[in-house]
């Protein structure tokens, strides 16, 4: 998208110049909008993991969202054992402190790393109820598409780790919001956005 917006302006750059640029600027205001967010995500958690193939390798994207969808942390690992969800519990923990209640599938690693790091958790494990945590994966997928996959673990470690603290700037639930208040709060969010970047808005 960058290439083709510069291009309509007449200036040309390389798929891999805005590559390098999103390496070099995108870790700096992710970071800073992580640092601005800290302690304002929701205490309801939905964790979820999806498989990516890597080089012919299986390798597990696991991910916890909030009630509102917002992404509270993403980690890649090659297990999808009770060893990978206590270290992506014990990360989240670190972060943000104990939830409220954790919503996750059926897969039973979850139950017995909550049990061993923080079993007064309220622990709801049905399917049904953890679609904020699945669906929450989509963005990922349609990017993997476009890239034709990710060529490492860690490639795919720093694009998720870049990408999403940005699009939870952007992410704006629309559930009980009026239009005025929906534009109020994505012209905020822009606002915010040129402050991250370091750019002044006439």
Do not use: C
């Amino acid at each position: 998208m960058v290439e083709d917006l510069l291009a309509a302006r007449g200036i040309i750059v390389s798929h891999q110049t805005v590559r390098a640029w999103t390496e070099k600027f995108g870790r700096q205001f992710a970071g800073r909008i992580r640092r601005k967010s800290a302690g304002k995500m929701g205490d309801k958690w939905h964790l979820d993991e999806v498989v990516v193939k890597i080089g012919g390798k299986k390798h597990w994207l696991w991910r916890a969202v909030d009630q509102e969808g917002f992404v509270l942390d993403v980690l890649v690992q090659s297990r999808r054992d009770k060893k990978a969800a206590r270290r992506l519990l014990r990360k989240l923990l670190k972060k943000h402190g104990l939830p409220r209640v954790m919503v996750t599938d059926k897969l039973s690693s979850y139950s017995a790393a909550k049990k061993e790091i923080a079993p007064g958790i309220e622990h709801r494990s049905h399917k049904g109820l953890n679609n904020r945590g699945e669906n929450s994966h989509q963005p990922v997928r349609r990017r993997e598409r476009i890239m034709k996959g990710f060529k490492t673990p860690g490639h795919l470690q720093r694009f998720v780790s870049i990408h999403d603290p940005i699009a939870n700037l952007f992410h704006l639930p629309r559930h009980e919001m009026t239009s005025a208040e929906f534009r109020e709060l994505r012209q905020a969010a822009m606002n915010h956005w040129w402050s991250i970047a370091g750019v002044e808005v006439a």
